[in-house]
Nanobody, 120 residues
Framework: QVQLVESGGGLVQAGDSLRLSCATA?????????MGWFRQAPGKDREFVAS????????NYADSVKGRFTISRDNAKGTLYLQMNSLKPEDTAVYYC????????????WGQGTQITVSS
């Protein structure tokens, strides 16, 4: 079981930057996991934000964040990151990190989420 813990959320103004981190609670290696960030705004379904493969070389982004957000990972530190620039009020949501193996289509392990609120 992989226990994921997000950090770095908070209240910011539009145009600001923020970096989220996601680490394993038990120092479990994330090397074998494909990782992703998701978010859920009030009253909306959870949506995909970005993903990164095990090596860190392959990334994917939702159109709504492309060019503003950057996903990265440090396997040696067991940490996943999401650098968010030019934040907009519509980025306000609870952000979750997730992990899955290459053998599964769905993300199996989820963090508890961290709130980001962007004021206009």
């Amino acid at each position: 079981q992989v226990q994921l813990v997000e950090s770095g959320g908070g209240l910011v103004q539009a145009g600001d930057s923020l970096r989220l981190s996601c680490a394993t609670a038990t120092r479990t290696s994330i090397r074998t996991y494909h990782m992703g960030w998701f978010r859920q705004a009030p009253g909306k379904d959870r949506e995909f934000v970005a993903s990164i493969d095990r090596s860190g070389q392959g990334t994917n982004y939702a159109d709504s964040v492309k060019g503003r957000f950057t996903i990265s990972r440090d396997n040696a530190k067991g940490t996943l990151y999401l650098q968010m620039n030019s934040l907009k009020p519509e980025d306000t949501a609870v952000y979750y990190c997730a992990a899955k193996t290459v053998l599964t289509a769905s993300y199996m392990h989820w963090g508890q989420g961290t709130q980001i609120t962007v004021s206009s």
